[in-house]
């Protein structure tokens, strides 16, 4: 049985004892000191009344009728404890109905009323911690939506003043038109580049890892290819060195793709100065290591605790040029984070280094 339960049945057993024991106290006393006073008319009326009514009923009903308030009488003083544990439970949960959840149920004792009085306190602070995460969601919605709308509206405001010209005729001769065009033109690769990020980052939050096993080194190498290649515009060479010839891993290949694309983007073009950027990957017995560096100016050590963050530019100074949409790194810190990986960003005056730590299997929850 339960303990409540045990608790109920001793508080009976206990009351009931106390009762009969008390009781026979009663009775010894009444028969030391009572003699002298039963020959009184009065006393002797009151036998009298109790034999007629022990007669009638068949029970001394006087002795039982004391008996019974006095045994609810003991059980009342004995459960004050448990009475007290229960208005307890009930004043916390109408604290919690009423959302008030900093108090908690001082409730100690091993049977159901401390268990409940236990699992109400988790219950407040689980419900705390999932109204603080709605929060904290509703406040990154909102800066989300903030810094979209600025990020916009910035470049289609250059496109529509731009345009308004062309449309107006305000320009002098071909060379302004075609200036004016180009740069409607810029603006708007990357209001498109802005958007695409944005669609993959919101992607990553609920689109599934498709794991399948990949060559890491093959599809770094074929990176590294392509980076070259349109790294000749920006006089930047991408070096690629592997450890081994082979890595094989368990993962999402386009998200790993993606990954990679953005570090290797990220470093071309804050590197360009030293015209140089070096992939490299390892391999440790469970995981795979592939390290981005580039060798620009330094990342102030304030920054870097940061740079993973929707929209947070580590030089607020960048232009549209010089500077990505923001969401480069957070996309890279979500894929990343969805294959069980880590990411690690060291910078100083001579280099600076995205070292990404990748599980080679896929850990057991997600088999």
Not at 71 to 83: A, D, K
Not at 274 to 279: F, P
């Amino acid at each position: 049985m339960r303990k409540l339960q045990w608790k109920i049945i001793m508080l009976f057993l206990v009351s009931g004892g106390l009762t009969l024991i008390m009781l026979f106290i009663a009775q010894q006393i009444i028969r030391l000191i009572g003699r002298d006073y039963w020959r009184e008319p009065m006393v002797a009326a009151l036998f009298s009344v109790d034999r007629l009514l022990e007669n009638f009923f068949g029970f001394p009903i006087v002795a039982t009728m004391v008996g019974i308030v006095l045994f609810i009488c003991i059980v009342l003083l004995l459960s004050q404890g448990t009475i007290r544990q229960i208005n307890q439970l009930m004043e916390g949960t109408k604290r919690l109905a009423k959302g008030e959840l900093d108090q908690e149920i001082l409730i100690r004792s091993n049977d159901e009323l401390g268990q409940m009085a236990k699992q109400i306190n988790q219950m407040a602070k689980q419900l705390k911690l999932s109204l603080a995460e709605e929060r904290m969601a509703v406040q990154s919605k909102n800066e989300l939506i903030s810094n979209v709308s600025h990020d916009l509206r910035t470049p289609l405001t250059s496109i529509i003043g731009y345009l308004r010209l062309v449309k107006e005729d305000r320009y002098k001769d071909e060379v302004e038109l075609r200036y004016y065009t180009d740069i409607a033109y810029d603006k708007s690769l990357r209001l498109g580049g802005l958007v695409s990020d944005l669609f993959e980052y919101t992607r990553m939050g609920y689109s599934p890892i498709n794991r399948v096993d990949i060559n890491l080194v093959e599809l770094l190498g074929q990176l590294a290819v392509d980076f070259s290649l349109t790294g000749q515009h920006e006089k930047v060479q991408v070096v690629f060195t592997p450890a081994t010839e082979k890595i094989m891993i368990s993962s999402d290949g386009d998200k790993l793709m993606r990954t990679f694309e953005n570090l290797l983007s990220n470093a071309v073009r804050h590197g360009r100065d030293a015209g140089r950027v070096d992939l490299r990957v390892s391999r440790e017995p469970k995981v795979a290591i592939v390290q981005v560096i580039n060798y620009g100016p330094p990342i102030p050590q304030h920054a870097i605790p940061h740079l993973f963050e929707r929209f947070y530019r580590a030089d607020e100074s960048r232009t549209d040029q010089t500077g990505g949409s923001g969401l480069g790194l957070a996309i890279v810190k979500t894929i990343v984070d969805a294959h069980h990986g880590t990411i690690q960003v060291t910078s100083s005056t001579e280099l600076t280094m995205f070292e990404v730590r990748l599980p080679l299997q896929a850990p057991e929850i997600n088999k």
